[in-house]
């Protein structure tokens, strides 16, 4: 049962309020003074508490109250409290409402807007305590992770990104190629750098080669070597980064720029661990475990011809699938917050304009603004206009029969919401009553 406690030290006041809430079924505790209901709240597990502000006869000035108050505030920060008095004065209980009170009724009370006010805090108070609930365990989720796994300094605090990096470390241990997709910038190398650093082979070197950046006639012998003459301004033998990554991790950024001729040796170095250098019918043999990443569509490349669906199918053993930033948005503050480092703080205007950004560019994006508003802030602080985005919250996407909110995003956006339905409803593009169905159907409590 829902449970209030009432603290006041008028008894007629405790009896209407006792009559009044349990028309409703809920339980009321009683205090007569600000002591009594601070041991009262060690003791028992209340869901809001109403606070009379003032306790001496003598006394209108609300004090006590305030003081009453900022110790409840204390010890449980999340409880909601309803002000209750006819004598203070209105600067102060504004000044309450600023510090985190719920609510300001003066006596005698509207009984309806009581009830109202009540009920809905409770049904929020519910919510809060199962968000809390779900942070508490999300946090200790990711300290475990972070005390088993070495994550090399990653930030997150989205689920998404904690599901990724725990397959990530799944998966390290086994000796098969990893195919990391995602968009540019949101942190494929950081996710090969999870997986080589938690294998078998973490004590081998680690070497990565972006096939991207470099010209086509000079991918194959970047990767296998080349012997001196084998090529324009060959004119030494060169070790490639298969072999610079014998007994470690190769990963290879940007497979879908690797020309056909390429594939096929790279096919049977996955398959044999054998190879050629460029100019050269010496075989080799190295044992390097390949993980590859791409942002490029690699099933419209199969079908256009320009890469090999058994290279595709060697590769893809396991896919890890990185989410843009917009798609993690809890993750934007941590990462922000992490890229600032102590020195400088972030404004509130700062922060909201962080979070209403599309970041297109992703986590690359959210570091190069970060770096650039640390030079141009004044006092340590970052204000929007250091920051020089242009701001606009994407639209929320709407639900259809197609494509409906799963469970982890619902959660989040109850979360993000701090358990405010009808708010996590309209950013779900979902009506309240939808939002309750789809909750009550995957057994999601309020």
Known sequence: MRTVLVIDDNPAIVTALDVLLGLRDIRTLHAASPEEGLAALARERVDLV????????????????????????????????????????????????????????????????LVAAVENLLELSESTREVSRLHGERRAHRSALRERFDLRGTVFASSAMERLIELACRVARADAPVLITGPNGAGKERIAEIVHYNSAVKAGPFVMVNCGALPQDLIEAELFGAEAGAYTGANKAREGRFEAADGGTLLLDEIGNLPLSGQMKLLRILETGKFERLGSSKTRE?????????????HAMIRAGTFREDLYYRLNVIELVLPPLAARPDDVLPLAEAFAGGDVKLSGQARAALTAHAWPGNVRELKNAIQRASLLCRDGVIEAEDLGLAVRAPAPVRASAESEPDRAAIEEAIVRAKGVISQAAAELGLSRQALYRRMEKMGIES
């Open 286 to 298: 190295v044992k390097v475990r390949v993980l590859s990443a791409t942002n490029a569509d690699l």
């Open 50 to 113: 109403l606070q009379d502000m003032n306790f001496r006869a003598d006394t209108t000035s609300g004090e006590e109250g305030v003081a009453l108050f900022r110790a409840i505030r204390e010890r449980e920060p999340d409880l909601p409290v309803i002000l209750l008095t006819a004598w203070t004065h209105l600067e102060t209980a504004v000044e309450l409402i600023k510090a985190g009170a719920a609510d300001y009724l003066a006596k005698p009370w509207d009984d309806h807007k």
